[in-house]
């Protein structure tokens, strides 16, 4: 494979696994992410790619260093502008919402601290980085469809009440068209996958803007601080936490972005017993740690916080799983994810 096309190399990690329609909704992505990209791309060098880092929290206004938590992390990707040298952040982000540049999206994207975190590991490394690129795909709204069956001949079928097939009438041609009045139906049947996935590439590539979108964000000595301060004083809110074993619920986060994964829990109906919920092998799960060594504040540690405190203590304090499988959204995430490693780590220098 070592000739292959980035894109050929995301597809055929792809196509190796089951076609589903999560399956057939990623692919038609990276189909339509690689059209639009690939030209902007080749200016670039592929420096890093899912690099883990992990770096002292210190306090901003002490420079003390927390005796508890270190900063960690991955970063999506690191490139190079081949004709200026300049590095530049690659963060991915997949969003329901309009990527349009309008599009209230970028307002709030624009406060996400997870650029500057990524910003300081960098400089950590010793890496002049200023500025991240957010790199955002649109999700697909369209569902799997109905569609009319069809005979061998490609024709389609109508019953009538009785089940009959109905022909014209004339009685010269299969009838292909439904009436209720006269309880005549057309017969139907969901996409597969592969027809559900040929459709939404068509769909996608046909308009690329409105799937994906890129912005260069600045990050400012300022910014920095103020990122520095917001995560010191997020590390002494779970410390607070912990010593009063207090864990305060959030109902408004409950269904904020789809019902919450301990939803059940939270209100009574479940317990952790096997059944609904089970108890995590592992307290951290992103990143390989060391025994002994300070918990780390990952972003998605400080936005499970934000969330939720009680959500924040199922995910990293007590940790928790629910037994059932994981949801759609997880698992079109996880896909996502993979085919970009592989895409980008295909253009890594040497």
């Not at 050929?8 to 690689?34: C, F, Q, S, T």
């Not at 109905?166 to 049947?189: F, I, M, N």
């Not at 409950?254 to 939270?266: A, I, N």
Request: aromatic fraction near 10%; glycine fraction near 6%.
């Amino acid at each position: 494979m070592s000739n292959l096309l980035p894109i050929e190399r995301a597809l055929a990690h792809l196509d190796a696994l089951p076609l589903d329609y999560d399956l057939a909704k990623a692919r038609a992505l990276i189909v339509g992410y690689d059209l639009r990209w690939r030209g902007k791309y080749a200016g670039y060098a592929v420096i890093s790619v899912e690099e883990e880092f992990r770096f002292p929290l210190l306090n901003p206004q002490t420079e003390g260093m927390s005796k508890t938590f270190d900063e960690g992390g991955k970063i999506d990707a690191v490139l190079q502008h081949r004709a200026s040298d300049r590095y530049l952040v690659l963060e991915h982000k997949t969003t329901s919402e309009s990527v349009a540049p309008d599009s209230d999206y970028w307002h709030r994207l624009a406060m996400d601290t997870q650029s500057s975190k990524y910003i300081l590991a960098l400089k950590q490394r010793g890496l002049d980085v200023g500025n991240l690129l957010h790199d955002v795909i649109k999700k697909p709204g369209s569902r799997p469809r109905q569609i009319p069956t069809l005979d061998s001949d490609g024709v389609k079928i109508v019953l009538d009440a009785n089940g009959e097939r109905v022909r014209t009438k004339d009685g010269k041609k299969w009838r292909e068209s439904a009436s209720p009045a006269d309880g005549y139906v057309l017969q139907s049947q969901t996409e597969t996958p592969e027809e559900y996935g040929a459709r939404l590439e068509e769909e996608i590539t046909g308009d690329l803007d409105a799937y994906f979108a890129q912005r260069e964000v600045p990050r400012l000595d300022a910014d920095l601080l103020e990122y520095m301060g917001d995560a010191w004083a997020q590390s002494q809110q779970i410390l607070h936490y912990r010593r009063g074993n207090l864990w305060p619920r959030n109902p408004s986060a409950c269904s904020m972005f789809g019902q919450c994964e301990f939803y059940e829990l939270c209100t009574g109906r479940a317990s952790v017993d096997g059944i609904r919920y089970r108890q995590k092998a592992r307290k951290h799960s992103e990143l390989e740690m060391e025994e002994g060594e300070k918990e780390l504040l990952t972003n998605s540690r400080l936005t499970a916080l934000r969330k939720c405190a009680r959500y924040h203590y199922h995910r990293y304090e007590n940790p928790i799983e629910p037994t059932k499988e994981e949801s759609e959204a997880l698992r079109f995430g996880t896909l996502m994810h993979k085919a970009f490693e592989i895409y980008f780590r295909s253009m890594m220098i040497d």
